[in-house]
């Protein structure tokens, strides 16, 4: 079965601080590893994707994570935080074996301070 | 990039009454569509995934009848939630994706939401 834990429920930065939101999935494929960041009522946006390409996966927003398989880990950065970027955001492995499910992350809520 | 539509943004209805949410892939085929469920302040869930011209393959849990999903055409996938009471309140959410079958590194594209209250 796959499965992803987000770390941390909460993470609050200073504006032009890094931002690390950490991500660890389990799967018994080579996963396809996703980020999406949702603002309040609004849907779900997607920064970047991992499918078994470059481990480091450029997004947008200057947003990138880090597939490490030694590690089950796909954490999420960006250099320095926008005020911008509050918001939730989804880790997402993909279920390999059908139609493309999508299993979700608890999610983290990003505060950003000025 | 690929844009998802979902109509209406919010729906306010009494008890007892049938609501229809829609969700349009404008500027691609979406062989799959998908419907999600979210609590306030918690993850997604998906109830349903919905393939063009088949019925839809509900999530454990997720009553059929009570949630009717359509799939008509390519771009356009529809959630009737029947006979709606307060405890169907909540935001739903539809993506679309280009990928079918074992195409799991397609991503979903999503759709705003409908927030849905029952009164």
């Known amino acids: 079965a796959q499965s992803v834990t987000q770390l941390d429920s909460h993470v609050s930065v200073s504006e032009g601080t890094p931002v690390l939101l950490r991500c660890n999935y389990s799967?018994?494929?080579?996963?396809?590893l996703f980020w999406y960041v949702q603002h309040p009522n609004k849907g779900l946006q997607l920064l970047l994707k991992?499918?078994?390409?470059?481990?480091l996966v450029k997004g947008i927003n200057g947003f990138e994570a880090e597939f490490k398989k030694s590690e089950t880990s796909f954490h999420l950065t960006k250099p320095s935080a926008h005020m911008s970027d509050a918001a939730e955001y989804f880790c997402v492995v993909s279920d390999q074996r059908g139609y493309n499910k999508l299993i979700f992350g608890a999610g983290t809520r990003l505060a950003v301070h000025p | 990039g690929a844009v998802v539509s979902q109509h209406p943004s919010r729906v306010i209805c009494k008890s007892g009454t049938s609501v229809k949410i829609e969700c349009r892939s404008l500027d691609f085929q979406a062989t799959t569509m998908f419907w999600y469920r979210q609590f306030p302040k918690k993850s997604l869930m998906l109830m349903a995934t919905s393939n063009e011209g088949s019925k839809a393959t509900y999530e454990q849990g997720v009553e059929k009848d009570k949630f009717l999903i359509n799939h008509a055409s390519l771009t356009l996938s529809t959630l009737t939630v029947t006979s709606a009471h307060p405890e169907d309140s909540s935001f739903y959410i539809c993506?679309?994706?280009?990928?079918?079958?074992?195409?799991?590194?397609?991503?979903?594209?999503f759709g705003d939401g409908t927030r849905l209250s029952i009164l």
């Open positions: 993506s679309a994706s280009h990928g079918g079958f074992l195409r799991s590194n397609q991503p979903q594209h």
């Open positions: 799967s018994s494929y080579s996963p396809s």
């Open positions: 991992y499918t078994s390409a470059a481990t």
